[in-house]
């Protein structure tokens, strides 16, 4: 399973199944491709409704026939363009093509719906994309219900959580091992991963990656 950071929060997950989440693409700075680029897509996930998340999601699924998994309300949105969609809310789990979603708990804020993080199985890995949020207790949960094999976490502060509290996250979720996530992009979200890295020590294995940069899980 090839694992690719795509700038801010969007991430490619490639194996039997190519799924992208949060597709930020245009008006990136840091984006590592563009959406004409890509060409193939089976699921793409989308954590909540802001444009630095929803991005390019519709296009994508458009060009490529993907089925986008959101919040109900962006899945109604989807559906309306004549995208095949599979709307779902916090608590529940989706599965399609042969990927599965559960979607749980992010505290954020919205244009539509609510802001989620998702879990995603596949293909015998688990893996956590925490969306945007603060530090939140029910972390704990996912670690006892997931035991994720990798985790995604915002470190960027000002909109989700900063290094100090991304790295008690880590501890919460007992992650085998994480990258960071929605930093960089902006001066606003400027964070130093190499500080997140030391700070998490022995909790988890901190990859660090530039964007359009690989990891193998």
Request: charged share 20%.
């Amino acid at each position: 399973m090839e694992i690719t950071w795509l700038g801010h929060s969007g991430v490619k997950i490639q194996s039997t199944k190519t799924v992208y989440i949060d597709p930020f693409l245009t008006g990136n700075p840091v984006a590592s491709i563009t959406p004409e680029e890509i060409t193939e897509a089976d699921v793409v996930l989308v954590t909540h409704h802001h444009s630095d998340h929803l991005g390019d999601a519709f296009a994508i699924c458009k060009k490529t026939g993907a089925t986008l998994v959101g919040i109900h309300e962006i899945a109604v949105d989807a559906e309306a363009e004549g995208i095949t969609a599979e709307g779902m809310n916090i608590g529940g789990t989706v599965e399609t093509k042969g990927v599965k979603v559960h979607m749980v708990i992010a505290l954020h804020s919205a244009e539509k719906g609510n802001p989620a993080g998702v879990v995603i199985e596949m293909d015998g890995k688990t893996i956590y994309h925490a969306g945007d949020t603060c530090l939140t207790y029910d972390m704990k949960l996912i670690g006892e219900f997931f035991h994720p094999d990798l985790s995604f976490i915002p470190i960027g502060d000002r909109y989700t959580m900063g290094i100090q509290s991304a790295t008690k996250a880590v501890e919460f979720i007992q992650t085998k091992k994480v990258i960071p996530i929605h930093y960089g992009t902006f001066p606003l979200v400027s964070a130093d991963p190499e500080q997140f890295k030391k700070n998490v020590g022995d909790l988890s294995e901190v990859i660090i990656l530039k964007p359009g940069e690989s990891y193998s899980l």
